[in-house]
């Protein structure tokens, strides 16, 4: 059949070649030297070289992608998967089977796209041995975190509230090698879609994003460079007393006068890099704090900083136990634990004498 011209129905040369009988009437694939122009008015497909077409070695097991789609979200049909094959063959001008073939097989990138087209983003988590982003016990309480999965493997891993769970087993372990952490790109904002909210970012100085319920939040980009003065006397209508800035530069005092604020840059004379002036502003911070409490004799200093404290200590996602604010030892405190049962013990006995 090779270098000859043949006219065939199209829904056979896809059920053939791509497993399926589906809905992309329309779209051209270049495909090892055969090409699909699918919308014909007599719906066929023209084909060449046919003896040429060899599918790709794929390593990962057949349905593999729609079972890791499926237990991370809901179910799908294959053809959903092929489509976004046929669709990445495209654009990048190669062959159908680089990401999908008959068997049912679909490759990373495919999933990737899949769920990027409905709001979902797959961030790389791990690589080698090292992981890049917070600890899986702290994003599983994410609201916006779906799951794991691994690009080579595609497995998938899902918290069920007590362990994370690939399709047909538990783990205790995550693979770092290779995996991407699965979230829905549109929970962070989903709080905010009742009203106007604005986005900045450390790069852009002067540059904020604002978003309006009347355009369905459509972001428009503003450029606030030289409007610094209308900036000022805006925080100053709603902040009357010092307060503290830092961006991806610098830390600044700023107070607020009959004039306008007067910004002042902390550390200007040390040098120093932003992490380290933040942790001598932070150091010294802690020493005039309580010299301050000491000074003024009131008790009430002491709830404020341990409020504070424990503000921070939470903000950065940092775990709280009781015994860890104790003198005890945990030995100590266990034996005050078995004291008291017994001393319990010994006056329910009493009360029902």
Same mark, same amino acid.
């Given at each position: 059949?090779?270098?000859?011209? /043949?006219?065939?129905?199209?829904?056979?040369?896809?059920?053939?070649?791509?497993?399926?009988?589906?809905?992309?009437?329309?779209?051209?694939?270049?495909? %090892?030297?055969?090409?699909?122009?699918?919308?014909?008015?007599?719906?066929?497909?023209?084909?060449?070289?046919?003896?040429?077409? /060899?599918? %790709?070695?794929? /390593?990962?097991?057949?349905?593999?992608?729609?079972?890791?789609?499926?237990?991370?979200?809901?179910?799908?049909?294959?053809? #959903?998967?092929?489509?976004?094959?046929?669709?990445?063959?495209?654009? +990048?001008?190669?062959?159908?089977?680089? *990401?999908?073939?008959?068997?049912?097989?679909?490759?990373?990138?495919?999933?990737?796209?899949?769920?990027?087209?409905?709001?979902?983003?797959?961030?790389?988590?791990?690589?080698?041995?090292?992981?890049?982003?917070?600890?899986?016990?702290?994003?599983?309480?994410?609201?916006?975190?779906?799951?794991?999965?691994?690009?080579?493997?595609?497995?998938?891993?899902?918290?069920?509230?007590?362990?994370?769970?690939?399709?047909?087993?538990?783990?205790?372990?995550?693979?770092?090698?290779?995996?991407?952490?699965?979230?829905?790109?549109?929970?962070?904002?989903?709080?905010? *879609?009742?009203?106007?909210?604005?986005?900045?970012?450390?790069?852009?100085?002067?540059?904020?994003?604002?978003?309006?319920?009347?355009?369905?939040?459509?972001?428009?980009?503003?450029?606030?460079?030289?409007?610094? +003065?209308?900036?000022?006397?805006?925080?100053?209508?709603?902040?009357?007393?010092?307060?503290?800035? %830092? +961006?991806?530069?610098?830390?600044?005092?700023?107070?607020?006068?009959?004039?306008?604020? /007067?910004?002042?840059?902390?550390?200007?004379?040390?040098?120093?890099?932003?992490?380290?002036?933040?942790?001598?502003?932070? #150091?010294?911070?802690?020493?005039?704090?309580?010299?301050?409490?000491?000074? %003024?004799?009131?008790?009430?200093?002491?709830?404020?900083?341990?409020?504070?404290?424990?503000?921070?200590?939470?903000?950065?996602?940092?775990?709280?136990?009781? +015994?860890?604010?104790?003198?005890?030892?945990?030995?100590?405190?266990?034996?005050?634990?078995?004291?008291?049962?017994? *001393?319990?013990?010994?006056?329910?006995?009493?009360?029902?004498?």
């Amino acid at each position: 059949m090779a270098n000859i011209c /043949k006219q065939v129905p199209t829904k056979l040369v896809l059920s053939i070649l791509l497993g399926y009988i589906g809905q992309i009437d329309g779209q051209t694939f270049t495909f %090892s030297g055969l090409v699909f122009i699918l919308k014909n008015p007599r719906g066929c497909a023209y084909i060449n070289n046919i003896s040429n077409i /060899k599918m %790709s070695d794929f /390593k990962v097991g057949a349905k593999k992608a729609v079972v890791a789609i499926e237990h991370l979200l809901y179910n799908i049909s294959e053809s #959903e998967l092929t489509n976004v094959a046929a669709v990445l063959a495209q654009e +990048n001008s190669v062959p159908v089977d680089t *990401y999908c073939q008959k068997g049912g097989y679909w490759t990373f990138e495919v999933v990737e796209r899949f769920l990027l087209q409905r709001g979902i983003k797959c961030t790389k988590a791990g690589e080698g041995r090292k992981w890049l982003l917070d600890a899986p016990r702290f994003l599983r309480e994410n609201p916006s975190v779906v799951g794991f999965l691994d690009t080579l493997t595609l497995n998938s891993f899902k918290w069920d509230g007590a362990q994370w769970k690939t399709p047909t087993a538990s783990c205790t372990i995550l693979p770092k090698q290779s995996l991407v952490v699965i979230h829905k790109m549109w929970i962070p904002f989903e709080f905010f *879609y009742d009203k106007t909210f604005h986005i900045t970012t450390d790069n852009d100085d002067w540059t904020r994003y604002e978003c309006h319920p009347t355009s369905c939040w459509r972001m428009e980009t503003v450029n606030y460079e030289g409007c610094k +003065n209308a900036v000022k006397q805006t925080m100053r209508e709603y902040k009357k007393s010092p307060i503290m800035m %830092s +961006n991806s530069k610098e830390i600044l005092m700023c107070k607020p006068t009959s004039k306008g604020w /007067k910004t002042e840059t902390l550390l200007n004379y040390e040098f120093l890099s932003l992490q380290a002036s933040a942790k001598q502003v932070s #150091e010294s911070l802690s020493t005039l704090l309580v010299d301050h409490i000491e000074c %003024s004799g009131g008790d009430r200093g002491w709830t404020v900083m341990a409020h504070a404290l424990f503000s921070a200590f939470q903000h950065l996602k940092g775990r709280l136990n009781s +015994n860890d604010l104790s003198n005890f030892s945990e030995e100590e405190i266990q034996t005050l634990k078995d004291y008291e049962m017994i *001393y319990l013990e010994k006056m329910n006995q009493t009360e029902e004498v």
